[in-house]
């Protein structure tokens, strides 16, 4: 599976963005998508996943400001950034899996997933 991700970019504190994921290749029945971040310094950290039936999951520190919508024809997922914050300056990176998910799991792992793509790079000014 190969991930394409764009939309990165310089935006001031409390504007938004939007990040897209292509995916291509065999990503299977069961694929679950998601968005990671890495700021300079840091570990990469989970921010958001849509997995196979549409359920969704988010980092406490995201929720209410993000939305992740995947689309499973396309086999894309964008995340649309809002109200954000110099914190959430980082790399975003798409990352997708294809083993099976119940609504019960909660796939936040990087271990989590198989695929990623390049990354993206978000900056957050204050």
């Known amino acids: 599976v190969q991930l394409q991700a764009c939309g990165g970019g310089l935006v001031p504190a409390g504007g938004s963005l939007r990040l897209s994921c292509a995916a291509s290749?065999?990503?299977?029945?069961?694929?679950?998508m998601a968005w990671f971040r890495q700021a300079p310094g840091k570990e990469r950290e989970f921010v958001a996943a849509?997995?196979?039936?549409?359920?969704?999951i988010y980092a406490d520190s995201v929720k209410d400001r993000f939305t992740i919508s995947k689309d499973n024809a396309k086999n894309t997922v964008d995340l649309q950034m809002n109200s954000l914050e110099p914190e959430d300056t980082a790399v975003y990176y798409c990352?997708?899996?294809?083993?099976?998910?119940?609504?019960?799991?909660?796939?936040?792992?990087?271990?989590?997933?198989?695929?990623w793509g390049q990354g993206t790079l978000v900056t957050v000014s204050s």
């Open positions: 990352e997708s899996d294809r083993t099976y998910y119940s609504s019960n799991d909660k796939p936040t792992g990087i271990r989590n997933y198989d695929f």
């Open positions: 290749g065999r990503t299977g029945r069961w694929n679950t």
């Open positions: 849509s997995l196979w039936n549409g359920d969704t």
